[in-house]
């Protein structure tokens, strides 16, 4: 079946440690997204990638990085420059229809970031 | 800066009743609209997307739409206990979609 895997599903970070988020798609979707959630913030845009080997900032990168190297990949990686890393972190994959109109995302299960 | 707006609620409704969530946006020029469901603790995920004016059906879900009046709404027919859950409008601007913060529907039983 097609979909978005992330991992781990929980991780827990200590201060001054970078962490590297996963997450894998056979969806074949061009454009993928992290979003970072917090209770009443609602989701927040980190990053995206439209194509292969270019991303772009969203609302929140301070603090974060990613690559895309392969289509199916887009890893996020919290570096400690994040003050504040707790949090819900979701990717997201994208495509458009035959008639061209844009599907909507497709979201991974999520991973839950704690700093210990 | 573009917008989405969502009353955060809770919104309750008893079981077997209409629930009505409603949305309104900024950008003008947005053309895909989206409804989310979203459980605690759990990813969010699609239940309905609309892209032209007036109603779209899908089961016990209608989405409606007016462009002129930036106004988007989901109506949950025969509400079950299942619905309690949070749902998220989004509306797609030039190359992400907006999110609204959700508003937090509870079935009542």
């Known amino acids: 079946d097609g979909g978005i895997t992330q991992s781990p599903k929980y991780l827990f970070r200590k201060e001054g440690q970078n962490v590297t988020l996963s997450c894998e798609q056979n969806l074949n979707h061009d454009a993928m997204y992290w979003y970072r959630q917090d209770p009443g913030q609602g989701l927040r845009l980190i990053y995206y990638?439209?194509?292969?080997?270019?991303?772009q900032k969203g609302d929140i990168a301070e603090g974060y990085s990613v690559s895309r190297e392969k289509k199916e990949s887009f890893p996020l990686t919290v570096t400690s420059a994040q003050k504040n890393p707790t949090a819900f972190y979701l990717c997201?994959?994208?495509?458009?229809?035959?008639?061209?109109?844009?599907?909507?995302?497709?979201f991974g299960s999520g991973t839950r970031l704690t700093v210990v | 800066q573009k917008e989405v707006e969502q009353n955060s609620g809770p919104l309750s409704v008893p079981e077997g009743a209409i629930a009505s969530l409603n949305c309104t946006y900024s950008d003008r020029g947005s053309q895909s609209f989206f409804w989310y469901r979203q459980y605690s603790g759990k990813s969010p995920e699609l239940i309905m997307s609309i892209y032209s004016n007036g109603d779209k059906e899908d089961g016990r879900f209608t989405a409606q739409l007016n462009k002129a009046s930036q106004y988007v709404s989901l109506l949950i027919r025969d509400s079950q206990p299942s619905d309690s859950a949070t749902y998220l409008c989004?509306?797609?601007?030039?190359?992400?979609?907006?999110f609204g913060k959700g508003t937090r529907l509870h079935i009542l039983p």
């Open positions: 990638s439209q194509i292969v080997n270019d991303f």
């Open positions: 989004a509306v797609k601007g030039d190359d992400k979609i907006i």
């Open positions: 997201a994959s994208s495509t458009y229809t035959g008639t061209g109109a844009f599907y909507g995302y497709t």
